[in-house]
């Protein structure tokens, strides 16, 4: 259809907004490498100078950033694990056909619509809460001692809140990929004698295969800069036990007002998400494909 | 081994009755088709056997035994479903040997009886594939190999051929045809399709709303219909009914003639009419007659005629070969 001559002026025309969106990506990336390579304290502007890669020597040796590259990593993989096999679990349930469908299915799903500070402060104040918290209350009722969630166990509170508000979108997913599995599939699993967890395991679960992809690509991008969260319960304390890798260069930057180290951790974020990128598209080919 | 027999079963769905108390007998090694229009019931019918729906009132007898409230993997059948429902990840070989695996039969004989059913059903090149890289009565293939290496007391189809192009329908039906010469197990087939039910039965099961309303052979049916409905569901082209003064100088309400039995003159004959349309098909020729006295018939007759559209002729029926029916639409014998 289209002529040597209608594809350029298709370029010609597509060309103001790829040049736009090329700048909006390339400006602050060549910055942020710019500013890592320098001495840059904002308590100090007049010392800017160019010190190589001193930032990134200080950076990856600081013994912050190992915990905080763990502390990514075990939220990324927990509350994927957590959305996943609870996504699973409550779909299967919505899936059943109960009394008052619609009005259960838009509960589960409203937790997606809470902001996360929000949602993070509500779980800070009104259940982790060692005094006034609904789940120290169940533990005094009980007679236990109360939790203090986000001092002793701050990052499982982190992944606990994260999981939280992640859930329906998993949930969601997996239910409208639980509804698109043919019911005769089922019928002749059933014909064919497999039973309940036989069927699930062989049939419904390869059939949530590429689901449950999707949710771990959608979630892993979302989950790898995970910060509000982290910023209004626990502060990426005590210590460093809460701080991920988006916290740290956010420390860096604007606690020690040190942009120029804090560029080089970004560039080392931007570095890591590449490679997790890289092998979750391969992953992600891998079964879209079959 | 293989009977199959129901007592007074009933599916009601709410409060609407999707199938009225039933009595059916299915003997060892029979070919039962149940035919009749979409919504008739047959496909729940079906469903009841298999049990993947549960009787309302009833019970089902299954090789002599009450099988009412068993389990559907207990009954001992197996089923071919409309859509094939393959396992799409699993190649043909495990979606053969999936109901093996589940009875948790050794390997070695699992590799055995997959061999055999694959041969049995010319699949043995394709054992590696997806279902999706098959073609439709590949597809077809594998659902029945899956069904025939549990080695069931009785086979159940579900509109099987529905998805299949008019050739390949044609093959098929052959083929299942074939399998159950070679297999001689019982095996009940659901169709909306009388020529598939004429075809390949022993015994057709005619159902409308959820009721029996004829069981027999082929040419039973064909030959003696109890009544209007069996009358104009079995045959094609369709039987004639006519009705008015003509039946009632038979003695009938209404009375039938199948299309072979009506002779078509030039010269003379009892009704006179205008050819409508002529369909020429080589071996038989269709003519559709709107006649002056009996409404617009068709009639089939063998070979090539040379008549056209808009011709003047007569049409004389086969006294003998009438079929006469009362003011309810039952046949008066």
Redesign the interface.
Known sequence: MSTQHSRAAARLLVAPSVVLLFLWMIVPLALTVWFSFERFNLLMPATREWIGLTNYRFFLTDPAFFAAILNTLLIVVGVLAITIVGGILLALLLDRPMFGQGIVRLLVIAPFFVMPTVSALVWKNMFMNPVNGLLAWLQKAVGMAPHDWLATTPLFAVIVIVAWQWLPFATLILLTALQSL?E??R????????GAI?RFR??VL??L?RAITVVILIQTIFLLSVFAEILVTTNGGPGTDSTNIAFLVYAQALLQFDVGGASAGGIVAVVLANIVAFFLMRMIGRTLE? | MGSIVLRQVEKVFGDVTVIPPIDLEIADGEFAVFVGPSGCGKSTLLRLIAGLEDATAGTISIDGRDATDLAPAKRGLSMVFQSYALYPHMSVRSNIAFPLKMAGLAQADIDAKVKAAAETLNLGDYLDRKPKQLSGGQRQRVAIGRAIVREPSAFLFDEPLSNLDAALRVQMRLEISQLHQKLKTTMVYVTHDQVEAMTMADKIVVLNKGRIEQVGSPLELYRRPANRFVAGFIGSPKMNFVGGAIAAAHGAATIGIRPENLAVSRDAGDWLGTIVVAEHLGSDTFLHIATDAAGTLTIRVSGEVPVHHGDRVFVTPDASALHRFDDKGIAIR
Not at chain 1, 187 to 194: F, K, Q, T, Y
């Open positions: 043919d005769e599939q019928e002749a699993a059933e014909l064919d004698g497999a036989a062989f049939i390869p059939h295969s079959g």
